[in-house]
């Protein structure tokens, strides 16, 4: 009952018109994917040529990360959530791991550009996921449960209905370490029990939580079998259109 998204997570690479390249191909690669969303993240200046480019495809479009801010105003650099849906996104990727490491993301900015994109009508990619000290010191579940409540802190029931969370340990990301998909599988699963103390039993079976952490081709079967895994948040295997494609593909 919960459809599947699998997400690639561009991150800052690309010029233009390799992007572009890569899109067309992509389309292409994934036209009969019908089991799954497909979403995929360039950075902001691509945003607008990509979604004129993915218009009637099955492909949604994604921004990387957003203002916490959503009036106009005076906020240098800033890209609103309102500006994002203005250029053809549906979906803004928000908390992700290298955010918050090296450029002060907090689980209260997170919360605030999570209420912004909720105010947008956009889909909000909530990413936590420990780093490999907090696991090793046996806190993966309290920093998790922490980036959970405050992140999501004070959202509507109709907010919730937007919320995608992605599971990404630190540890795992652009490292060629996976989780091993019992590892995932019982983060995913403490992360649905989280949801349910939070807003209900309802509410946390309805949500998709994505695996996200040196996800590529040959391991996304196995994850994706996991009761509580329902998709993919994917960095490096997302740039080439074949790699991603065969992750989408997965079935
Ligand atoms: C990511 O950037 O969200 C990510 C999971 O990267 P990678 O797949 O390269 O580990």
């Not at 105003?73 to 979906?91: F, K, Y």
Request: charged letters at 20%; glycine letters at 10%; one cysteine or more.
């Amino acid at each position: 009952m919960r459809k599947p998204v699998i997400a690639g997570n561009w991150k800052m690479y690309k010029l233009l018109a390799e992007a572009a390249e890569t899109v067309l191909k992509l389309k292409s690669l994934v036209t009969n994917a019908g089991h799954c969303e497909i979403v995929i993240a360039p950075v902001f200046t691509q945003l607008k040529t990509i979604a004129d480019r993915l218009e009637g495809s099955n492909i949604q479009l994604s921004a990387q990360d957003c203002a916490s801010e959503s009036e106009f105003g005076p906020h240098t650099g800033e890209v609103s959530t309102s500006m994002l849906r203005d250029a053809g996104c549906s979906h803004v990727i928000i908390g992700h791991s290298e955010r918050r490491q090296f450029y002060g993301d907090t689980d209260q900015s997170v919360n605030k550009k999570v209420k912004a994109a909720a105010a947008a009508g956009l889909f909000a990619i909530v990413c936590v996921g420990e780093s490999l000290a907090e696991r090793d010191a046996g806190a993966e579940e309290n920093i998790v449960k922490g980036q959970l409540l405050n992140g999501l802190e004070g959202l509507t029931l109709a907010d919730t209905e937007r919320i995608i969370i992605a599971y990404e340990p630190v540890w795992a990301i652009g490292t060629g370490k996976t989780a091993t998909p019992e590892q995932a599988q019982e983060m995913h699963a403490f992360i649905r029990r989280t949801i349910s103390e939070i807003h209900g039993e309802s509410v946390a079976n309805a949500m998709r939580i994505l695996y996200g952490g040196s996800v590529k081709p040959d391991n996304v079967g196995l994850l994706m079998e996991q009761a509580d895994i329902d998709g993919a948040l994917v960095g490096g295997a997302s740039l080439e259109a074949e790699s991603f494609a065969k992750i989408v593909n997965y079935k």
